[in-house]
Structures are given as C-alpha cells and as structure tokens.
C-alpha cells in the first residue's frame, strides 16, 4: 500500500501558524474518520496527538487541531514554539483493512 | 499509564526470521476494546505500519508484508509477538510495538534497533 502524502517540510516563525496537509484516497483518508497525526523528536517514539481526526488526547496542547476534506486531512500547528520542530506523521484507517502512515513532514521553527 | 517494551535479536541474517516480543506492564493486555500493534521505522525514513492483533486474536496486517508475517498474543505472559519470515537488508529498522484502543496508538514502546546483516 502506498504512503500518504504529505509535504516533506514546513517551516515557520516562532508564533506563526503552519499546517500539515495529508492526502490520501476514498479508501482511506477520505473514507473514514479515523485518522491521527504523531509528532516525533529525533531519537524518540512517536507521540499522539490528534485523533478520530479532529480529537485532542488529554495533556496535548491546544494549539494542535485537526480537520478533515474529502480525501484530505490537514494538521494546524498554531502559536509555533520551538519544541514543536520534528517529524509529523498522519496515520489513517484503510479499508483492506489495515492502517496507512503518511510520508512524513519536518516542521523547522526559523 | 500502559508501558510498553520490546525484546529481540539487534541482528538477524538475510533470509532468516526477525523474531520479537513486546512486554505489556501497568496493566492487562487483555483490554477486550484494545488491539496491539507493530510499526516499524527504516533509519532516516517514515512509520511503515506492519499489523496488529486484539486480545481475542484477531490480526490483521499491512497487505504489502501479510505472506512474511505473524504475530501472536500471550496473555498469560502480557506479551505479544512479531515474527517477520525471509528477511533482507530491506527489513532493517526500528521496530516499535504500541497499543491502539481504537483507531490510534496512544501507547508506544520506545523503540528497538533490527540490522538484518550476514
């Protein structure tokens, strides 16, 4: 199964917003509302958070949100701060089924 | 909060089977709602997702891997595993065993390194 796609990097100023596009197919993204997004800081495990598209797990900030568009889902990052430069991953349910991972996004704080 | 750590081989010869296991504390991996995935990571590129398997041992698998995979469940050991069959160079990666209580991994282990070398 193919990757999601999703823009090899983005780039923002401290306290600007930036987004994250995903774009998939009807048979994934598009079909379902279930797609997630993982952050991942070099070294380490990646970390939920966004969920079901839209939702926040508890103790993620509230300057991640999550929306949806036929066959794309897109990731808001807003009031950018340095810790939040890392890999960005989409996640979405697929209907074979099995899940699918985007190609992932390094969002650079300038 | 669930912890999660995977066990295996750090090297594995082409053609040989990869074999891990991941051990489930804090809790039971017998979450009727939860499924227990694997997902793996080539260095210096994305998550590749490879399967998952719920506590009533349904699996199901990336379809790109089905015919070289097998996972299994062990709750009387809170552990589940990962067999990868015929591996190459190309199944060098981090692996990461997670849980998914529905639609998402909100749980992950932290990660451990599979070189598959002769």
């Known amino acids: 199964q193919s990757a999601l796609t999703q823009p090899a990097s983005v780039s923002g100023s401290p306290g600007q917003s930036i987004t994250i596009s995903c774009t998939g197919t009807?048979?994934?993204?598009?079909?379902?509302?279930?797609v997630s997004w993982y952050q991942q800081h070099p070294g380490k495990a990646p970390k939920l958070i966004i969920y079901?598209?839209?939702k926040r797990p508890s103790g993620v900030s509230n300057r991640f949100s999550g929306s949806k568009s036929g066959n794309t889902a897109s990731l808001t990052i807003s009031g950018l701060q340095a810790e939040d430069e890392a890999d960005y991953y989409c996640?979405?349910?697929?209907?074979?089924?099995?899940?699918?991972f985007g190609s992932g996004t390094k969002v650079t704080v300038l | 909060q669930l912890q999660l750590q995977e066990s295996g081989p750090g090297l594995v010869k082409p053609s040989e089977t990869l074999s891990l296991t991941c051990t489930v504390s804090g809790g039971s991996i017998s979450i009727i709602s939860s499924y227990w995935g694997w997902i793996r990571q080539p260095p210096g590129t994305g998550l590749e997702w490879i399967g998952a398997i719920s506590y009533g041992r349904n699996t199901y698998y990336n379809p790109s891997l089905k015919s070289r995979l097998h996972i299994s469940l062990d709750s009387s050991k809170n552990q589940f595993s990962l067999k990868v069959y015929s591996v190459t160079a190309a199944d060098t990666a981090v692996y990461y065993c997670a849980r998914d209580p529905g639609f998402r991994y909100d749980d992950w282990g932290q990660g451990t390194l599979v070189t598959v070398s002769s």
């Open positions: 009807g048979s994934d993204v598009g079909g379902y509302n279930y």
């Open positions: 079901d598209v839209s």
């Open positions: 996640n979405s349910f697929t209907s074979s089924p099995s899940f699918v």
